[in-house]
């Protein structure tokens, strides 16, 4: 199974550059093929989804580019309460209710 994923995924046949010269030039060409069953020409939507994800983070792995930075700031903090049920934050040293 993955044999055959890899084949028709990297196979470089002239149904990737239909579909890309569709996609470039001719945008409405491929929705429109899909819709009145000339899809034969074009590469499946599903596999070009894959084909150009697969390139996408290729080249995001290749330049090192990254869209999301997450950073993480800790802060200490501790609630307690006192015998009248009363709560308080203590954070930094300082009581708070």
């Known amino acids: 199974m993955l044999h055959e ?5 990297i196979s470089f046949d002239s149904r ?11 945008p409405g060409e491929l929705p429109k093929s899909f819709r009145e069953g000339r899809a034969q020409r074009y590469m499946p939507a599903v596999r070009l989804y894959l084909f ?11 330049t090192g580019i990254a869209f999301i930075q997450l950073s993480l700031n800790v802060t200490t903090s501790q609630t307690v309460a006192d015998e009248a049920g009363n709560v308080f934050l203590i954070k930094d040293g300082k009581r708070a209710p």
């Open 52 to 62: 150009v994800s697969l390139l996408f983070f290729l080249f995001l792995s290749a």
């Open 5 to 9: 994923f890899f084949k028709d995924v």
């Open 16 to 26: 990737i550059l239909r579909t890309a010269r569709a996609l470039l030039f001719q």
